[in-house]
């Protein structure tokens, strides 16, 4: 419940920091140049929207 609550936008901000910044460690580790802080900027913007759960439910109907 509480994963589709922060891929719909509405987490707390503590639970989005911590996507955000899970998020942009993984990003670094395949991108080791890439900036960290835009990264993490870059995912916080991202779940201010409902951009993410519906890639995901997208993902979920490829798989069916």
Known sequence: A?????LNGQGTEAQKNVVSANVALAYQTVHPSSNLPETFNEAMKVLSGSSCAQKLEQIIKLQA
């Open 2 to 6: 509480i994963f589709t609550t922060i």
